[in-house]
């Protein structure tokens, strides 16, 4: 018993190797998402003055055009008797 004990201990022990390229996989990926962090941390601190005047000035776009959505443009439609609608054959058409 302690024979089959110990191979199965072995056997999941070496298994661990198979885990190995996922964790540097993740590795690699948070080392590139720290980096984009520091970068974009870095913008925000530098340009805080502009981000702020930035931000003010597209909150007030936002809202002068929310209110210019507030009646949908009304669709265009083809009458059934025009050329080129789905209800105009080709028997009609000769007439």
């Known amino acids: ?3 089959l004990e110990r191979a199965i201990e072995a056997l ?3 298994s661990r190797w198979i ?3 996922f964790f540097l996989g993740l590795l690699v990926a948070m080392v590139v998402l720290l ?3 520091m970068k974009e941390l870095l913008d925000l601190v530098l340009n805080i003055w502009t981000t702020s005047r930035a931000m003010r000035h597209a909150s007030s776009t936002r809202s002068r055009r929310s209110s210019d ?3 949908p443009a009304r669709p265009t439609t083809r009458s059934s008797r025009e ?3 789905s209800g ?3 028997s009609s058409r000769r007439r």
């Open 19 to 21: 885990l190995a390229p």
């Open 35 to 37: 980096f984009k962090f």
């Open 1 to 3: 018993m302690p024979a």
């Open 88 to 90: 105009f054959t080709r």
């Open 69 to 71: 959505r507030s009646m």
């Open 83 to 85: 050329p080129g609608s």
């Open 12 to 14: 999941i022990f070496a």
